[in-house]
């Protein structure tokens, strides 16, 4: 810290002396605090030390001062006691403020790339809505992003420290040799399904038809692909479309601009209304079909460690209040997405969520959903070949992490 934002404040509560303070004379030996040095011109030690000197009683030492009071009796005493406490106050003022400074710079910072918030935002972002994070000595900051791809990318471009969204573009991405790793899962089971416009009664009906996905490698696009090979229909006789959120999907496919589309379940409390209708819902065509995973790379695992371990510690504790506070999440829910508050998405994600028990509250690394996912990777063409599951994952963090929560209770 400057010493100009020191000794200001500092001049600025000796400015407001009482009167009676004002009309006394300073002490013997002590220095006129009219004077200090310019703050431009000092920098760090120096600063510190300027700053100490000019709430300290001028060139005598404690010791040197102590005796000076003593030989000039009780009514010198008397007489630079209301200075004396004013400078005590300005100084326990500057520690105050010093100590919560430093408490705000020992707070790391952590980005963590999410999906645009929707409907099921109340348990996905609680941990940027409580201070669960900043009780471990994070930061967070919580980057909405268009689909994971993206969020992919800049991940691996160090713009993130962490990311959540679909496994199976990071497995992919780890099978070609990306440095990225998935740590966690924390829903379990995917919400979406293909939803498609009246007079569309079965999968074949969509042959030759628009399908909105997200971008390749998404979430959305690949298990459209696994949807439609679990139906006997190759994904070469659909034509797919790339449009970003599921709120895109959803307002292409009432537009009639595409005739099915991939999009999450918070569409099915509003969607008997347009005539829309979930065709094949994941739950039932693709149980063991992760949604979301949270992915790092090697490089921040190895170097940001501790900061790993709590942010992950965080997340856990977040999910776990998220899913037992019902009426806050969904309040939460409402908050962020801006949602009217009749609007009934909120409330039917968090119960059909909880009912299914697809929350990871403490974010499992189920390794039989994730072999199963890539081998769909494999099936559907976007992998060529398996890669090592345990080279794809980094459990010891989440352990870790469950360690450290277990030692806070």
Known sequence: MKTGSMAAPLARIERKRTPACEKR??????????????PSKIHGDAAAKTAIVHTSAGPLNVLQRERAESTTGVRNMARYRCSDAVRLSAMLAM????????????????????IEAKSDAGILYMASKRDFAGKLGLKLDFVQLKNDALALKALLAGELDSYEGGAGGAMAAAARGADVKIVGCNWLAAPHGVYVRPGIASMADLKGKSVA??????FPEIFARSAFEKAGIPAGQVRFAAM?????????????????AIISNEYVPISGKDGIRDLMPATEAIPDFIRVCVQMTGKSLAERRQNAVRFIAAEIEALRFAVSHRDETI????????AKPDDPRPAFVFDEAVRHKV???DLPLPLDKLEFMQNQLVSTGTLARPGDIEKMIDKGVREEALALLAKGQ
Do not use: C, M, N
């Open 244 to 260: 970003g959120s599921d709120t895109d999907r959803y307002k292409a496919l009432i537009a009639g601009v595409v005739d099915g």
């Open 213 to 218: 996905v997200s971008a390749p490698g998404s």
């Open 95 to 114: 520690l105050t403020g010093l100590a919560a400074g430093a408490s705000a710079q020992e707070l790391k910072a952590w980005r963590h790339g999410i």
């Open 331 to 338: 309040r939460i829910a409402h908050e962020i997405t801006g």
């Open 359 to 361: 929350i990871g509250a």
């Open 25 to 38: 004379k300073a002490a013997p030996g002590f220095r006129s605090r009219s004077t200090r040095a310019a």
